[in-house]
């Protein structure tokens, strides 16, 4: 019983280390959610890109807040514009590229 516990334990601590050492690719996810939900940004924080993230958001609400004057239209289009051509090249570069240039290098845009 003690064996089959310990074989146990050190199969669920070699997964462990197997997921954390394996390289996580989010390229489905971010792409997806660029294409839907791009101007909100989300898929900028599932990469970690907070800043570009926010920027995103508050372009976003900034063009709702504003829209009432007819300036903010540009606003409201202009990033869900940039979520959906991000989420299209997400999804169009192979899943070793995508890791390489936006989770390892980190080009925060395009």
Known sequence: MENEIRDTFQEM???AQNFVQSKENKKVLAGI???LFGSLGIHKFVLGYTKEGLILLGVTVLGWA???LLIGLAFVWIPGL???IEGIIYLTKSDEEFYN???VGRK???
Request: hydrophobic share 45%; proline share 6%.
């Open 101 to 103: 240039t936006y989770q």
């Open 82 to 84: 940039i979520g959906l």
């Open 33 to 35: 959610l660029g294409i």
């Open 13 to 15: 601590k070699a997964g």
């Open 66 to 68: 504003t829209s009432i």
């Open 108 to 110: 925060p845009w395009f």
